[in-house]
């Protein structure tokens, strides 16, 4: 117990309420885990279903509960007996004093990091480095920033946007594995650089076909249809074989060029013609800077509109809808060019990512990566470019990372799999995450009109898009 | 002809369960006017757990069948009560009255939670669960098509009636039911009028939960196999029937319910079993352009 004479609040921890929380805690935890912790369904040879009892682990888990629990009430104790956030405030400090390099040094780190893996890997070791977490962030910085423009600035909540990335996927694959060596062979090497734009082009258009029934509707209404247009895509290209090959998926689909140099160990391959021994590296760092110059481009546009009519508009309409109309801006116009241009990065996305992968599938492109997506953009703040970039690394590298914990392996014993955990920390985080911050990481955010002088605005004076 | 008849029959019965299914999702939009985005695996949960009490009651306790379901349905209830009630609790209160999307983010975290959960925890592969009640009662014989309705079939409507009746009751005739509705339209007010809001909430949560859960039952007794991935699908057509019906109508709920369902088995019968699901999902967006609010749904006046 504490001393109160002593402590500089009289606010005392209340052991004996802490206690009945953690109490509580652990016996609705209890509750919880009575049939489906304590029992597991197994089958056995004769495909029949046998029980196995397990209440040590309904016991462990309630244990940890208690203890999580009672810890938090301490935690939330000494919290409110603290005296002004000094270390909170120190750290501002610091965070003003370098946020002017913040953006330079980032963007230098970005653009080295493949070189730096490469130094401190090898050509070997690096590709992962590279590819899973350099490549595989950069599609999602994408992506998020794309569905930004339909979530984040117009106000539209799309749960659907794999769609689009489908789309540009679909796209690249079918034209350069059916329609490029049928009618045109002579653009061979050239595919990726033709079929990108064409990608954009066809989900735009798709993001129009799309946004024209959803006009009307308002949140969630709009959200649930896009997440139908979403699933309706998915189950068209699995169940229509003779056009997609069905869940089977696409494979050996041309990688792109060095802009006509094929990276292969050909004579007139891209190791060669710079005299250079052959690996497999020279690609995946190519297609590391395609994806950073995709990203950046989607940056740049997105900074680009939000100073033209239309993105004001955007942001406009997100504000309020009714007082939009009554100031005579077209709210069919704008919401439909949100929903393409959004969509065209998308596609853009979706196309590199075909071109990365050589082979595409229905599996891909599951309802959970628009939830993702979307994770990405509100979890970064909704609007804020850096907010997309910090929550793309926090969740697409923090699942990345869980592929490595194969050393509890030994801590756990040789049949435990970490893998199958990946989903369900992923899981716990995203909900952690919202509890401790639901405005996003950045929840500060630049006028896109300054007055005078040049003020942050909070998130919180930000509407969050009724649709 | 008979064949109509059957399908009708085949989709009341799937149309019942997402009926159950859908009331949770309308519930919840209603007074907290949130889409709860993990019902779906709630849903699924409640059948893990309705599979589980089955074979504890059958095998351990060596319970008979009928007596056996009784006490998993009212068992199950409860259990699947206490985890929405706790998913309530710890997931979406804290972020009531914050910014619109992060309960939705936080229901979508939720979700996935759930189905690895019991990824982990009960095992990636199906399960199958042992056959019952099936006989099949039949009705008549046309051009030799036998017509007829499957006990299981009779058990799902029956229970999914009684049921939905009682809730009809407790939602229109009891305190809590009167507290529930009072704080569908007006928050603040029902809380100066001395209802505890965070209470009704909650229960609202329950009582979703427990109507999911007799979904659940209904469900691994239809198709007889459960997977920890199955929440998704039924629980978005459960959604679809819920914005069919017009969000927030209970009633509304139920004959979104059947319409999904007796979509989904006409169009398997007369089309494409493929397609089934491309045509739920479509009838739902061509619902919406031309009523934005769903059939029972009130149009949303907006003050300037």
Known sequence: MTDTTHSPSPDAFNLKQALKDAGFAGMVTFGLCVPIVAFRAEQDMANKLVLQQRWWMALVITGLVVVARFLFSLHQHSRRNEHGPQTSAGAAGVLALIKPYLAPLGFGFITIYPLMMLAMHGPGGSIKWIDNFGIQILIYVMLGWGLNIVVGLAGLLDLGYVAFYAVGAYSYALIATKVIPQTFPFLGVWAFWICLPISGLLAALWGILLGFPVLRL?????????????????????????????????????????????????????????????????????????????????????????????????????????????????????????????????????????????????????????????AIVVLGGMGSLFGVVVASIALVGGIEILRELDFLKEVFGPTFDPSQYRMLVFGVAMVLMMLWKPRGLISTRDPSVIYKERKAISGSMVQEGHG | ???????????????????????????????????????????????????????????????????????????????????????????????????????????????????????????????????????????????????????????????????????????????????????????????????DVDKTISLTFVLGAALAAVAGVMYIMYYGVINFSDGFVPGVKAFTAAVLGGIGSLPGAVIGGLLIGLIETMWSAYFSIDYKDVAAFSILAITLVFLPTGLLGRPEVEKV
């Not at chain 1, 069919?332 to 990365?356: D, N, Q, S, V």
């Open chain 1, 218 to 374: 308002r949140g969630d209404y709009l959200a649930i249809v896009t997440l139908a247009f979403g699933e309706i895509i998915r189950l068209v290209l699995i169940n229509w074989v003779d056009f997609s090959n069905g869940y089977a998926g696409l494979s050996s689909i041309p990688r792109p060029s060095f802009f006509g140099i094929p990276f292969n160990a050909s004579d007139t391959g891209f190791a060669a013609v710079f005299g250079l021994e052959f690996s497999p590296i020279y690609r995946t760092i190519f297609l590391y800077y395609v994806i950073l110059v995709l990203s950046l481009m989607t940056a740049y546009v997105t900074l680009k509109l939000r100073r033209l009519p239309v993105g004001r508009a955007w942001e406009a309409l997100r504000e309020d809808e009714i007082a939009c109309r009554s100031l005579g801006i077209n709210t069919t116009i704008t919401k439909l060019t949100a929903f393409a241009i959004g969509a065209m990065f998308g596609g853009f996305a979706g196309c590199f990512f075909a071109a990365r992968q050589g082979f595409i599938s229905p599996e891909s492109f599951v309802f959970l990566e628009s939830a993702q997506i979307l």
């Open chain 2, 1 to 195: 002809m008979a064949i109509f008849i059957q399908q009708l029959i085949n989709g009341l019965t799937l149309g019942s369960i997402y009926g159950l299914i859908a009331i949770g999702y309308t519930m919840v939009f209603g007074i907290i006017g949130m889409v709860n985005f993990a019902h779906g695996d709630v849903f699924m949960v409640s059948s893990f757990i309705a599979l589980l009490l089955l074979l504890v009651a059958t095998t351990l306790f060596g319970f008979g069948l009928v007596p056996a379901l009784f006490l998993v349905l009212v068992l199950g209830m409860l259990i699947t009560g206490l985890w929405n009630w706790t998913i309530e609790r710890t997931a979406y209160r804290p972020l009531r009255g914050s910014f619109r999307l992060a309960p939705l983010i936080s229901a979508i975290g939720m979700s996935i939670l759930l189905s690895n959960l019991i990824q982990v925890i009960q095992g990636p592969r199906n399960k199958p669960v042992p056959p019952m009640f099936t006989q099949v009662l039949p009705l008549f014989e046309e051009n030799g098509y036998t017509v007829g309705i499957g006990y299981k079939q009779i058990v799902i409507m029956v229970v999914t009636a009684v049921l939905l009746g009682l809730f009809w009751y407790i939602v229109q005739k009891t305190p809590l039911g009167r507290a529930q509705r009072a704080c569908e339209q007006d928050q603040k007010m029902a809380a100066l009028l001395g209802i």
